[in-house]
């Protein structure tokens, strides 16, 4: 899942990939396992994220908001209202009962997440007093590149850009065909992840975070502030699945995949380390997932307040 938010105008903002990131398949995992035989699926891409390659370059990073100060900055994504808003509903959509053996399915599947996600961030991001509550456009594609705001990108992974979040129905017809409870886990995982980028955007989180790190000296802390941004998009993503899972179970088989594929996931070895470790991408995602008491609520998402150690 990457995020390109603020561009065109601004540059190629940041990427957020966890479509993109490094999914490593333990030994003797076979190539294309069903959903019966308790093996993991292959991997879903052949290279980590923001790897340098064609499939992802980096362009211009955007450019500061007039307005923001250090402080200023650092109290939006610190101590935004976002963190005051108490639990976040269940939605109480349900999984749709599809195949995305098709694009015609996936475009069902996908659209239904989405929904859902939508009636479960709305009344959070009025709480929080956001910019707008409206949804993100979606774009299910099959194309192999698409023109955005954020310039033309190839459709390698799903990613939002300023609104939009296009995702990829090939990708996930090859999954289906791998692995389908994996498909089911990685979709809705990706649509969560992605929408955990828009709340960022509606709640002044990302461009503050992206002022800091054109503001930062150093590139290490630079990809510390990355690594904060995108582990956030994972968590809050993650705390919808938790906060929805009485109404679309995430248990048996399902619920082994997403654990499994959560704590699979981060910066490569190799790569550069702007999404953060398997142990934090797992640790964050459990952490928005898991309620306290009885309730998930998006201040357990506040990766601006944790030490280093845990956005490493």
Not at 17 to 46: C, D, S
Not at 218 to 232: C, D, G, H, N, P
Not at 259 to 272: E, F, S
Request: net charge positive.
């Amino acid at each position: 899942m990457v995020n390109l938010s603020r561009t065109t105008r601004r540059g190629l903002a940041g990427v957020a990939a966890l479509t993109g990131l490094a999914v490593v398949v333990p030994a003797g995992a076979q190539a294309a396992p069903t959903n019966e035989t308790g093996t993991r699926p292959v991997p879903v891409v052949g290279k980590a994220a923001e790897s340098g390659t064609d499939e992802h370059v980096h362009a211009e990073a955007p450019t500061a908001k007039a307005g923001y100060t250090g402080p200023s900055a650092l109290k939006i994504v610190r101590y935004n209202k976002l963190y005051k808003t108490g639990p976040i509903p269940a939605s109480r959509c349900k999984e749709v009962n599809v195949s995305m053996r098709t694009v015609a399915g996936v475009n069902k599947y996908a659209t239904q997440v989405y929904k859902c996600l939508y009636a479960a961030w709305k009344p959070i991001l009025a709480k929080a007093g956001a910019r707008s509550t409206a949804a993100p456009k979606l774009h299910i594609t099959t194309a192999s590149t698409v023109n955005t705001r954020c310039g033309v990108q190839r459709m390698t992974r799903a990613f939002y850009c300023e609104n939009n979040i296009y995702f990829p129905a090939n990708q996930m017809v090859s999954l289906w065909k791998q692995n389908s409870t994996y498909a089911r886990t990685y979709a809705t995982n990706t649509m969560a992840h992605e929408y955990g980028h828009h709340i960022q955007e509606q709640t002044g989180i990302m461009d503050a975070s992206w002022w800091r790190q054109r503001a930062m000296k150093t590139q290490s802390a630079k990809l510390e502030e990355s690594r904060r941004r995108e582990l956030q998009a994972s968590c809050l993503g993650s705390a919808y699945i938790g906060a929805n899972r009485r109404f679309y179970p995430m248990t048996g088989a399902l619920y082994n995949q997403w654990r499994w594929m959560v704590n699979n996931m981060g910066d490569a070895k190799g790569y550069p380390r702007d999404h953060g470790s398997f142990k934090n991408h797992g640790w964050w995602s459990e952490h928005g997932f898991y309620a306290t008491s009885s309730t998930t609520t998006a201040a357990r998402c506040n990766t601006y307040e944790s030490a280093p150690a845990r956005v490493s």
